[in-house]
């Protein structure tokens, strides 16, 4: 019953409910900039660069079978098993993490901007340890 007990206080604890809610809200920010990445900045970019899409750049690495008769794009031969080396795909994962780092980075900036605007609360006076406190009695004593 020792370890049941233990498992129900970590798990309770606010740290690992705070961490699972950051998870949770994580992936789901992590889809919004990988919509914001692949619907609104890699058209935009590969528009500026003549039209290109970058999901559909790659180097093939093996033959493509005699008997194939799709299209020669990323999603179809790799659907055929073609061995493909994906630089396009991978640029696109690259800018998302990108993005999601410098609006990580904004935010902390922010935190870090709002706890130092905080005025600093004053300090309250350390007790007096007891001993000092009774050597101060011992003093005033003798004085009188």
Not at 57 to 86: H, M, R
Not at 100 to 118: D, G, H, S, V
């Amino acid at each position: 019953m020792g370890m049941l007990s233990e498992f129900k206080e970590f798990a309770v604890k606010g740290n690992v409910i705070d961490l699972a809610v950051g998870v949770i809200i994580g992936g789901a920010f992590g889809k919004i900039v990988d919509s914001v990445v692949k619907d609104l900045i890699m058209p935009v970019i590969g528009r500026a660069v003549g039209g290109l899409d970058f999901s559909n750049y790659f180097i093939t690495l093996g033959s493509v079978p005699a008997d194939y008769k799709g299209p020669a794009t990323y999603e179809a031969l790799s659907k055929a098993g073609v061995p493909l080396f994906a630089y396009g795909s991978f640029l696109t994962v690259l800018l998302n993490f990108i993005i999601l780092a410098f609006i990580i980075f904004l935010m902390i900036r922010q935190i870090n901007r709002l706890k130092r605007a905080e005025p600093a609360a004053p300090a309250e006076a350390a007790a007096t340890p007891e001993d000092i406190v009774l050597l101060r009695e011992i003093r005033d004593a003798l004085k009188r």
